[in-house]
T-cell receptor
């Protein structure tokens, strides 16, 4: 399976600021996704990152708050904008390869907003 | 719409005892089913998956799960727990369109 890395691995940010999280894969992938895992909770899909076009957001998530880019088949970014303490979570990217249905996850970015 | 229920947010077993983590799903089509494990401060690692074929699937670290359509279940088992198995376990379902829905997770604690 693909090797997935995320930067930063963790960060502490002040409210009102923005943070951009990077997801890099060592080989071309078909689909890329962004998830949020709030403290003690399960994973919730934020959006599907589409190459060369706007991301597809799930209910409750909007582009102004979570802008996403995917300029090529191996890289995507998620920005958490105008952060508040409620945005403190783990943010994970995942990918699928070929026609496969299995999602493989990156190590996550642990974000704390003060 | 697909959904997943994991019975028991916390499960505690003794080292060497049987591990049983329960997962029930609902799906309008034949599902793809997954178990992931999350160790502290790490991402999710795929344990095993069921797509088609044999209903008993074996995964890494001695885990296995059985797809039971009549019971809409996909319970995860391991014959003998090890201290290193302590982690959070997530069951997930997909209806084949890459949309994964996760259960609430089960934290497994292993007592010495």
């Amino acid at each position: 399976s693909a090797v997935i890395s995320q930067k930063p691995s963790r960060d502490i940010c002040q409210r009102g600021t923005s943070l951009t999280i990077q997801c890099q894969v060592d080989s071309q992938v078909t689909m890329m996704f962004w998830y949020r895992q709030q403290p003690g909770q399960s994973l919730t899909l934020i959006a599907t990152a589409n190459q060369g076009s706007e991301a597809t957001y799930e209910s409750g998530f909007v582009i102004d708050k979570f802008p996403i880019s995917r300029p090529n088949l191996t890289f995507s970014t998620l920005t958490v904008s105008n952060m508040s303490p409620e945005d403190s979570s783990i943010y994970l990217c995942s990918v699928t390869q070929g026609a496969g249905e299995t999602q493989y996850f990156g190590p996550g970015t642990r974000l704390l907003v003060l | 719409a697909q959904s997943v229920t994991q019975l028991g947010s916390h499960v505690s077993v003794s080292e060497g005892a049987l591990v049983l983590l329960r997962c029930n799903y609902s799906s309008s089509v034949p599902p793809y089913l997954f178990w992931y494990v999350q160790y502290p401060n790490q991402g999710l690692q795929l344990l095993l998956k069921y797509t088609t074929g044999a209903t008993l699937v074996k995964g890494i670290n001695g885990f296995e799960a059985e797809f039971k359509k009549s019971e809409t279940s996909f319970h995860l088992t391991k014959p003998s727990a090890h201290m290193s198995d302590a982690a959070e376990y997530f069951c997930a379902v997909s209806e084949g369109g890459n949309m994964l829905t996760f259960g609430g997770g089960t934290r497994l604690m292993v007592k010495p």
